[in-house]
């Protein structure tokens, strides 16, 4: 995965981390728990503010 994959992320993000409200997560968070996932292989430096509002609005809307 890159930081491209932005649906993908969100699903493996959802499913890693159930009890948690995406809408609460601070982004210094995020970045490092994507960056944790087991199928991820990019530059850590690219997942700036942009990405990383992304991949919270595709995990909200995966928790429907």
Known sequence: MKWTDVRLIAIEL??????VDPK???FTDLHNWVLALKDFHDDPKHGGEKILEAIQ???IEEMG
Not at 14 to 19: G, K, M, R, V
């Open 57 to 59: 609005a595709a995990w």
């Open 14 to 19: 959802s499913e890693a981390h159930p009890e």
């Open 24 to 26: 609460s997560l601070r």
